[in-house]
């Protein structure tokens, strides 16, 4: 299986509470990524994990966690949901630095 | 700041034109320039990417220009089709770091 996978494909959150976003691929990829993408904006860099070292923007230092507890698998955490979070939220992983990474589908997530 | 700029934002030719996609980039460590598609509900997809050892990459009717010393890069796509209506993004990274930043997009359409 050569995609990215990503659930749920749309999520619909309030205000305040936690959002748990899953990504998962079966490549082997040492590197996974989370961007998000509002409307007429660039996909923003996120965080990405280079093996078990995860780097994450100063921008968004204390906005996102993320967790990756085995190769396959990593996840994006928002701790408080707040409006401006209503984005799609896209994983993507690569074999290494010097690869395009590939995009899953996208979690749309919606917070109320 | 936008490290890697877009133009234009939009564009509109009629089929079998070729459409110029045009980018710019600030740092020059920057040493990975991929172009993707994305076309609605979908998510990003590569299309074509480029390294500086090259002024020029093909594939098929797709081609990057790149200019190193003018910090610049475009994308051509020859005999445009209407299939290839569709947000198109470019983007730079450098192998250390494998942080891909992209551009705003460009919404191509392609008229019959």
């Known amino acids: 299986d050569t995609t990215v996978k990503q659930n749920p494909r749309y999520k619909l959150a309030r205000v305040g509470k936690p959002v748990n976003l899953i990504c998962s691929q079966t490549?082997?990829?040492?590197?996974m990524y989370w961007y998000q993408k509002k409307p007429n904006q660039a996909p923003k860099l996120l965080l990405f994990?280079?093996?078990?070292?995860?780097?994450r923007e100063a921008d968004t230092f204390e906005k996102f966690q993320s967790s990756r507890p085995n190769n396959s698998f990593c996840s994006l955490y928002i701790g408080s949901a707040g409006l401006e979070y209503s984005a799609m939220y896209l994983c993507?992983?690569?074999?290494?630095?010097?690869?395009?990474?590939?995009f899953g589908e996208g979690t749309r997530l919606s917070v109320l | 700041q936008q490290q890697v700029r877009q133009s234009p934002q939009s564009l509109t030719v009629w089929e079998g034109e070729t459409a110029i996609l045009n980018c710019s980039y600030e740092?020059?460590?920057?040493?990975?320039f991929p172009w993707y598609h994305q076309f609605p509900g979908e998510s990003p997809a590569l299309l074509i990417a480029?390294?500086?050892?090259?002024n020029k990459k093909e594939d098929g009717r797709f081609t990057i220009f790149f200019n190193k010393r003018e910090k610049k890069f475009s994308l051509h796509i020859a005999d445009s089709q209407p299939g290839d209506s569709a947000t198109y993004f470019c983007?730079?990274?450098?192998?250390?770091?494998?942080?891909?930043?992209f551009g705003l997009g460009t919404t191509l359409q392609v008229q019959p």
């Open positions: 993507a992983s690569s074999r290494d630095n010097n690869q395009a990474p590939l």
């Open positions: 490549m082997n990829h040492d590197t």
């Open positions: 994990y280079y093996d078990k070292i995860l780097n």
């Open positions: 740092d020059s460590t920057f040493d990975y």
């Open positions: 480029i390294r500086p050892v090259s």
């Open positions: 983007a730079a990274s450098r192998g250390d770091t494998g942080k891909l930043i």
